[in-house]
């Protein structure tokens, strides 16, 4: 090779790189245009995007009063339902021998929070009934009988209170559903028997009377309340006063519970009573206890501390849909020989229903599903 040889392989060949070159360089420039550009890396301090500012009401707006149809008892119950069902049948099922299926009824009856001493005597009175007879139907046709006749035995006729208005008062430990049961008679009374009056008697915390003007506006009753910190008795006797004066058909009468200061709430559910019965006699004509249905059997000393202070005429069995331990009707109508008023199966304003005991143990007893129909069908919403 010559030296002009050379020469001219190296030009050719430096020519050829740099075009090359070139042509990676035009190849990575349209490549990145055609590539979408990489998301910007968020920065810590900025949170995600906000929705569109008009996408926000200005203020909260509560959904209209009763949307839909009041939930039927058999869909509060299907925790418990089915819970119950499945250790009933696995009794049935599970063992020929008699011991063994009492033994078995008695712990499905427990587990749902019926209470052991209820347990016992549904069971010994299944057994004493139907004697060597291990028939499932039959047992089972025996036990809901057996627990209809506990419901049945506690129930009593609601107070008549005549022309004058009638007043209820709900007492309960905190958190139990007081307030929000309060809310749901409100507007179902109002429906009913006319014009309500809610009085504001928690007056601990000023949030609890706000939350209460909340629901009475929805449910379209009047609120009678005083400033955070005054007298609930007060506020209960402006109320019945209110009532009488206007006509008011039904008086709601929302308390405290704050059970830490137990000889206090006690002295102040008692001067209520006292107090409104000064201005009506009679009142309050009832006195229901809410229980929350997930406290299982400690609802029963929450009734032996409230009864000490006021007769109580009734139990409301607030939350019953979010509980396994729904037998605690059971225990509650054998022991306290108080009828259950009402049960609270939601947090919405419609989610109360009145307690009907064979609705209850129909519900109860529904296999997979047919208690939802049948509660529906037998039960006018
Ligand atoms: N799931 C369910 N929650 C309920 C029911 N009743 C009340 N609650 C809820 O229980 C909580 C306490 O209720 P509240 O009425 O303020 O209790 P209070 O302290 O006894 O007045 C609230 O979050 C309610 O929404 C019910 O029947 N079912
Ligand atoms: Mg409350």
Redesign the pocket.
């Known amino acids: 090779m010559t030296p002009f040889d050379i020469a001219l392989t190296l030009i050719i060949a430096a020519g050829a790189g740099s075009g090359l070159v070139f042509i990676e360089v035009l190849i990575q420039w349209s490549l990145r245009k055609a590539r979408p550009s990489p998301p910007p890396r968020p920065q810590a301090a900025i949170p995600p995007a906000a929705e569109p500012a008009e996408a926000l009401p200005a203020q909260y707006v509560a959904p209209p009063l009763a949307v839909r149809e009041p939930v039927r008892i058999g869909l509060?119950l299907r925790k418990t339902r089915e819970n119950f069902l499945a250790r009933i049948r696995a009794a049935l099922t599970g063992s020929a021998k008699i011991d063994d299926i009492y033994e078995g009824l008695e712990e499905a009856l427990i587990a749902a929070d019926v209470g052991v001493e209820a347990s016992m005597k549904i069971a010994s009175a299944v057994r004493a009934k139907l004697g060597n007879d291990n028939r499932p139907d039959a047992i089972r046709d025996a036990l809901k009988a057996e627990i209809a006749t506990i419901l049945m035995s506690a129930e009593r006729r609601p107070a008549d209170s005549g022309d004058a208005p009638l007043v209820i008062m709900?007492v309960?430990?905190?958190?139990?559903?007081?307030?929000?049961?309060?809310?749901?008679l409100a507007a179902r009374l109002k429906t009913e028997r006319g014009s309500v009056i809610v009085a504001a008697a928690?007056t601990f915390r000023a949030a609890?009377i706000e939350?209460l003007e909340v629901w009475c506006d929805r449910a379209g009753a009047d609120i009678i309340k005083q400033s955070q910190g005054s007298d609930p008795a007060a506020v209960a006797f402006d109320a019945v006063k209110a009532a009488i004066a206007r006509k008011t058909r039904t008086v709601l009468i929302?308390t405290a519970?704050r059970l830490q200061t137990k000889v206090n709430l006690m002295e102040e559910l008692k001067k209520i009573a006292r107090v409104v019965a000064r201005e009506l006699p009679g009142a309050p004509h009832e006195t229901w206890l809410?229980l929350?249905?997930n406290t299982g059997q400690n609802a029963l000393s929450q009734a032996a501390i409230f009864g000490d202070a006021v007769p109580l005429t009734g139990v409301v069995l607030?939350?019953?849909?979010?509980t396994a331990k729904g037998g605690v009707v059971v225990a509650v109508a054998d022991r306290l020989k108080i009828p259950v008023r009402f049960?609270?199966?939601?947090?919405a304003i419609e989610?109360?229903r009145e307690f009907d005991a064979r609705e209850f143990v129909d519900a109860l007893f529904a296999s997979d599903g047919a208690g939802e129909q049948s509660a529906s069908g037998s039960y006018a919403a």
Not at 318 to 322: E, P, R, V
Not at 343 to 347: Q, Y
């Open positions: 509060g709900l309960g430990v905190n958190g139990v559903g007081k307030t929000t049961t309060v809310a749901k928690d609890a939350q929302d519970g809410v929350d249905a607030a939350k019953l849909d979010s049960v609270g199966l939601g947090e989610d109360l």
